[in-house]
Each structure stands twice: as C-alpha cells, then as structure tokens.
C-alpha cells in the first residue's frame, strides 16, 4: 500500500486555527474601537475641566453675595443700634422690594389673561 500525497498532508488543529481567527478579529476590532475609546477619554478629562472650573466660578460668587449680604445686615444693625429704627426699616423694606424684582415670593402659578 502507498500512501497518497493527500495522507501526508497534516490538517491543521481546528483550535489553533479558531485562535488565530480570534486574534485576528480582536486586532481589527482594537484598530477601530482604540482611537474610539481615547476620543472619549479626551472628551471626558476636558468635561471635568470645564466643571471644575464651573464650580470654582460659582463658589467664588457665592462668597461675594454672601459678603454683600453679610454687609447688609450688618448696615441694619447698626442702624438699628444707634436708634435709628425708621432707616433700618427703610433698608429692610428696600431690600424685600429689590429680592421681589427678581420673582421671588410670586405666585408659582400665574393668572389667566382676560
């Protein structure tokens, strides 16, 4: 008996050739999904940036209003100390009136036109 060319071929190992498809699928995939996934890591670091600095921005002009409140008051007491009740009552009403300019303490619903 001979053997035939095709005996003496060795077939390949269906696991060996399953692996490399796998590699080669999971190299292609990395080639398209790598650039993807550092795009949003960039958009992420520059997110938190713009936040941080949002924050420091609205802590900042929190501390200046309640510097200009703090003044304020104290403008009140001391108006009020001296014994002059008529202007710290003016400061307090002016005040009322300046907060109510904003909306505050209006109706949450408004009135029918007509």
Known sequence: MTESSSDNQV?????????????????????FIGPL???EKV????????YIAWVAL???SLRWVYLFAFAIF??????????DKEFSEKIIYALLGFVGGFGF??????????
């Open 11 to 31: 077939m390949p190992d269906p696991a060996d050739t399953a692996s490399t498809e796998a590699h080669i699928v999971k190299e292609v995939v990395e080639a």
């Open 37 to 39: 996934a550092d795009a």
């Open 58 to 60: 609205v802590r900042e």
């Open 43 to 50: 958009k992420a670091t520059e997110e938190t940036k713009r």
């Open 105 to 114: 303490g209006s109706r949450s619903q408004k009135k029918p036109a007509g």
């Open 74 to 83: 104290g403008l009140i007491l001391l108006a009020y100390l001296k014994g």
